[in-house]
């Protein structure tokens, strides 16, 4: 059963984790700051992870607009959309 951005938002950070890493597909990493953020792909809609080093704690994001996506151009290459 697909998971929706609406239930994902309700769960736990626990939960929200163990979905994201038996569920989703990793798809880049950015740094902003010194926090890193990773970004997945759920199916209905992506998520981030943010991790703040200096707090030693985790968050996450869930969005579906595309326009959220625009921060990651420049971490992906061409030759990552090879198969």
């Not at 890193?36 to 703040?52: K, N, Q, S, T």
């Amino acid at each position: 059963m697909p998971l929706y951005e609406c239930v994902f938002s309700t769960l736990s950070i626990d939960e929200q984790l163990q979905a994201l890493w038996a569920e989703g597909t990793y798809l880049a990493a950015r740094w902003v700051e010194q926090d890193r953020i990773y970004l997945y792909h759920m199916g209905a809609f992506f998520a981030e992870v943010y991790c703040d080093f200096d707090q030693k704690k985790l968050s996450t994001r869930a969005f579906t607009s595309p326009q959220n996506l625009e921060a990651y151009v420049a971490y992906i290459g061409l030759e990552d959309l090879k198969h």
